[in-house]
Nanobody, 126 residues
Framework: QVQLVESGGGLVQPGGSLRLSCAASGFTLDKYTIGWFRQAPGKEREGVSCISSSDGTTYYADSVKSRFTVSRDNAKNTAYLQMHNLKPEDTAVYYC???????????????????WGQGTQVTVSS
């Protein structure tokens, strides 16, 4: 069964950090470009970051650049999104997804990504 499972979300104060994980099962993650998206209440899903399968090229939305870092550990079949200096506007459900396209395609479009996880809630609040 092909599955992506996100974890690592939670409640954090502004300025805090979280690391999200995206664990794959039923397929090997190294063949896919991995994207991280988020969706806040009442807003459209937004592409946050992605990392290519071809050479590890990364992309970050302007809103998270210099604060978030995307990575992948193909040996563990897992991708990560390290988030620092979190802000209240980062509050959202975060999803990981896979794309068969080997390179980063900008803008990140949900339709280019096939398999999706169930999401993990990130809440930034004091």
């Amino acid at each position: 069964q092909v599955q992506l499972v996100e974890s690592g979300g939670g409640l954090v104060q502004p300025g805090g950090s979280l690391r999200l994980s995206c664990a794959a099962s039923g397929f090997t993650l190294d063949k896919y470009t991995i994207g991280w998206f988020r969706q806040a209440p009442g807003k459209e899903r937004e592409g946050v970051s992605c990392i290519s399968s071809s050479d590890g090229t990364t992309y970050y939305a302007d809103s998270v650049k210099s604060r978030f870092t995307v990575s992948r550990d193909n040996a563990k079949n897992t991708a990560y999104l390290q988030m620092h200096n979190l802000k209240p506007e980062d509050t959202a459900v975060y999803y990981c997804a896979t794309s068969p396209h080997p390179t980063v395609v900008v803008p990140m479009v949900s339709g280019n990504f096939g398999s999706w996880g169930q999401g993990t809630q990130v809440t930034v609040s004091s």
